[in-house]
């Protein structure tokens, strides 16, 4: 296994600098960190590294190289990847270990059709299974759920759920519309796609935008794309946003949403932020899960099994 996880990082950095990408490295410890409601940061203090007592701001093991990349960015970078570690608290199971290893990739000039296309030829280098589908959002509800994720009222998505997954018996009360569809998502769809080929889904609603830019109709949709192998997600995508106003506004929204669910809120402002009011150029980007990708290409069942050591026995 350790010899096919060495074969697939060579394989990896093969396929981006045959497209003239950089490879990067950027801190694994900083005192900003992505804020999302459901992905919660490991916490240091600045003074168990320096020494200092003078300084206790909280600093964060990175749940991903996200904002730091996005500053070489505007920096002036054009193309850069890199593989890294990653670490989020309490997440842990067959598909998931509290450190793993990050694969993300940016690229300035990509609109959302230019970084589906870049996804799906990574996925036919890496993968050898040629070619993607590339299906909307809305598609795979209809198809493999039978219903549409945007008409649907919030009772309609959790009545269908609560008739066709049967977690939902111990979910009592209301729900927020994202629930559902998250629920639907990872229960009827994603176990029916990316079998024969693998499939981009994209976009996504704009309640789960994250990072990505809305596009203005009814409904108001997010650049955002994902893409499954075997029923398994792999790869998260965004067509990046731009506006350091509008980041700051989600921020705001999620730590509101946070503190709600009972957790803390996680710092507002950034050195993003700044760097996006200098000048983050149009660009997209994508972050994998090497482990689970790993996974899908050895048949492993556990994330431990493609790692030389699992949180349990590091």
């Known amino acids: 296994m350790l010899e096919r996880r060495s074969e697939l990082t060579m394989a990896v950095h093969a396929f981006f600098q045959d497209r003239r990408f950089v490879h990067v490295e950027t801190p694994l410890v900083s005192g900003d960190t992505v804020v999302d409601r459901h992905i919660e940061p490991v916490p240091m203090l600045q003074s168990s590294l320096t020494g200092s007592t003078l300084d206790d701001r909280p600093m964060w093991l990175q749940t991903s190289p996200e904002f730091a990349m996005k500053r070489l960015l505007s920096a002036g970078m054009t193309s850069i990847y890199q593989i890294t570690k990653a670490f989020r608290q309490g997440e842990h199971g067959a598909r998931h270990n509290p ?45 493999h759920a039978q219903i549409d ?39 009827l769809v994603e176990p029916k796609i990316g079998f024969d080929v693998p499939c981009i889904v994209y976009d996504w609603p704009a309640s789960q935008s994250a990072l990505a830019i809305v596009r203005d109709g009814h409904p108001a949709l997010a650049e955002r794309f994902e893409i499954y192998v075997d029923g398994v997600e792999l790869a998260n995508g965004y067509h990046e946003l731009l506006d350091a106003d509008e980041l700051l506004r989600r921020n705001s929204v999620v730590n509101r ?58």
Not at 112 to 133: V, Y
Not at 153 to 179: M, Y
Not at 278 to 293: E, I, K
């Open 149 to 187: 994720p945007f008409t649907a009222s919030d009772a309609q998505l959790a009545a269908h759920c609560r008739s066709n997954i049967e977690i939902t018996k111990h979910f009592l009360g209301d729900q927020p519309r994202d629930f559902w569809l998250d629920l639907i998502l990872t229960h």
């Open 99 to 143: 450190e793993f290893t990050m694969l993300e990739w940016y690229r300035c000039g990509d609109d959302l059709q230019s970084a589906m296309q870049l996804l799906s030829e990574f996925g036919a280098a890496i993968l050898n299974r040629p070619g993607s589908e590339i299906v909307p959002y809305r598609d795979v509800f209809l198809k």
């Open 257 to 314: 949403q946070r503190l709600a669910d009972g957790k803390r809120a996680l710092p507002m402002d950034s050195r993003l932020l700044g760097a996006m009011r200098a000048g983050l150029p149009p660009c997209a980007g994508v972050a994998v899960g090497v482990d689970r990708l790993l996974m899908v290409m050895t048949g492993a069942n556990s994330i431990s099994e493609v790692m030389a050591f699992g949180f349990d026995e590091s």
